[in-house]
């Protein structure tokens, strides 16, 4: 099971990157004006923004939810102590002790 998610992941995760890189952004319009307009597309007049778009929020929800599925695959349901319990409480200090002259003499850890 983990392995096939990882699979159909690394999948999921070339095509958004393949469809990212072949949609327009917003400034690419402003190249229109200059000949290069995309009157011949393979997706219509209307260009490829409804398609890709689509393609790539699904796709994006599926690396979402698969990433998730791994995620509690490997964890599952034990608890998993933060970073902060790893360290530990800090340690309390003995109070520093008074010479009788009343200046504080330093506590040299052990």
Not at 33 to 60: D, E, M
């Amino acid at each position: 099971m983990y392995t096939a998610l990882v699979i159909v992941q690394v999948v999921i995760s070339v095509v958004l990157v393949g469809l990212i890189l072949i949609q327009h952004g917003k400034g690419a319009d402003a190249g229109a004006a200059f000949g290069s307009g995309a009157s011949g597309t393979v997706f219509g007049s209307r260009g490829s923004a409804n398609f890709l778009s689509r393609t790539t929020g699904w796709l994006a929800a599926g690396f979402f939810v698969i990433s998730l599925a791994l995620a509690y695959l490997v964890h599952g349901d034990r608890q998993v102590e933060s970073v902060v319990d790893r360290i530990g409480a800090p340690s309390v200090e003995a109070p520093a002790e008074v010479d009788p002259a009343g200046a504080p003499t330093p506590v040299i850890p052990e």
